[in-house]
């Protein structure tokens, strides 16, 4: 039950069984499925079930429910980088005549668009899609129940507005550019929208006693985009090595690191955890995991990446409820990373062409005011910015080819750091966002805004 390409030893692996032994135990799931992939690898999978000798295996498909969002919102991407749509756009621009019309595509990508979490009439995963043909049917009356863009508030309607906006803009359906532009170029040949065997049965298990019923398995038709998928734990850790490094037959890696920001804000009482574009962001055990969770009747699945771990965990159990797969695959990242941590890249000096004398000129200690910070070189000629005394914001900054840098992360992130000399071409002091980082604190020559005490520095 283990496919390996670089081992794990053999005390992790036993702890990752017996994690998949327990959920399915405890969760009462008739079956369950576990992999890590590191370094963008399947190194192990495992399962259990409730029929001795019939446990299924990485190959073994289940469906995948909400997980499916995150392969429309990828199609969606594409379409932003072929530059036949902009992620402010509002919806109207390339999808015609539906009752949303203002919302924008980020919204959408985002669940901040102020739409309804479901569609309106009978339970959409659990009745025929027949009762659902048009868009004003997944919409209903009363398309918003928040005003767009104030507030995260997941939307299955929205991700379905998402699949037809793909279907207008490449003229062919969702299933058609899924399969063209995302399935075959991962080789993610056993991720369908139909079930195609060897496949899980969907099952129902009594909340007050161990017996079982099948669930029915409904095509869903115009809402397929926010749920419909089948696939396996092979396939999936497949899709998690894309979403950890990219791929360019798919998603540069830039678009997908703009997937993986956050871009919606956590909902109430949920500050561990927020939504970026089509992908949730969890932090959980110390780290950053960015993925998906889904479910639909019969089934339940999650996928989580921790980029920093260079590893992913898939977890999947075909019941309705009971099994909690978004924490197994959490703990699944989390035994790995903590029993056989990464090894960091060995330390080497910047290449020759990277350095000058004037770059290494202005490294070192800087002021803003008080506080000290210190400036280091980066890769590439970018620079990083970080409190000399733990208290300060910590940027890092790409070099622009007109000069100057522009913040990555944090607080100082899209804001320009830039050198100002005096007349004579000697550093005055850095710039950043109007902040002012001078070599001393307060010196009285240095160019402090509001000037600086004449008497300088005095006891009391």
């Not at 429910?65 to 932003?80: D, H, P, Y």
């Not at 532009?181 to 129902?204: F, K, N, Q």
Request: charged fraction near 20%; hydrophobic fraction near 45%.
């Amino acid at each position: 039950m283990t496919t390996s390409f670089e081992a794990l030893l053999p005390g992790t692996e036993r702890a990752l069984l017996h994690r998949v032994a327990v959920a399915q135990s405890e969760g009462r799931a008739p079956s369950f499925v576990g992999a890590v992939v590191r370094d963008g690898a399947l190194v192990w999978s495992g399962s259990r079930s409730c029929v001795d000798g019939h446990a299924p295996d990485a190959d073994t498909q289940f469906r995948i429910g909400s997980l499916t969002k995150v392969f429309t919102a990828v199609l969606v991407m594409r379409l932003r980088d072929e530059g036949l749509l902009g992620l402010d756009d509002p919806l109207e621009l390339h999808l015609k005549d539906t009752s949303a019309s203002e919302v924008t595509i980020a919204q959408l990508l985002s669940h901040s668009g102020g739409l309804a979490a479901e569609a309106p009439g009978a339970w959409w995963e659990r009745s025929s899609a027949s009762l659902r043909p048009e868009l004003s049917d997944v919409l209903g009356e009363r398309p918003f129940l928040q005003t767009p863009g104030r507030r995260h508030h997941y939307s299955n309607p929205g991700y379905t507005l998402l699949g037809s906006l793909v279907e207008a803009v490449r003229g062919v359906s969702w299933e058609e550019a899924l399969r063209r532009e995302i399935l075959e170029p991962l080789g993610m040949g056993r991720t369908t929208v139909d079930p195609a065997a060897p496949h899980a049965g969907g099952w129902a298990v009594h909340p007050w006693a161990d017996v079982m019923l099948p669930e029915p398995s409904e095509s869903l038709g115009l809402m397929a985009p926010a749920g419909q998928l089948w696939s396996t734990a092979a396939d999936l850790a497949r899709f998690a090595a894309f979403l950890a490094a990219g791929d360019e037959r798919v998603l540069a890696v830039a678009s997908v690191e703009e997937m993986r920001a956050p871009a919606s804000p956590a909902g109430e009482g949920d500050w561990d955890g927020s939504y970026g574009l089509g992908l949730q962001l969890l932090r959980k055990d110390g780290r950053t995991l960015i993925g998906h969770t889904g479910s639909l009747p019969g089934f339940v699945a999650a996928l989580w990446v921790s980029v920093e771990d260079g590893l992913a965990a898939i977890a999947l159990a075909n019941a309705t409820s009971g099994p909690l797969t978004a924490v197994v695959a959490a703990d699944l990242v989390r035994i790995v990373a903590e029993a056989e941590p990464r090894f960091p890249e060995p330390w080497r000096p910047l290449p020759e062409a990277e350095v000058d004398e004037e770059l290494l000129a202005l490294t070192g200690p800087w002021y803003w005011g008080t506080y000290a910070y210190g400036l280091r070189l980066g890769s590439e000629r970018g620079v990083v910015l970080e409190p000399l005394t733990g208290v300060g914001r910590r940027a890092r900054f790409r070099a622009l080819p007109e000069g100057g840098w522009v913040g990555l992360n944090g607080y100082y992130a899209g804001e320009t750091l830039r050198v100002v000399r005096r007349a004579d071409g000697r550093v005055s002091h850095l710039d950043l966002g109007s902040f002012v980082f001078t070599r001393e604190p307060y010196a009285p020559a240095d160019a402090v805004p509001g000037g600086v005490d004449e008497a300088g520095w005095r006891g009391l």
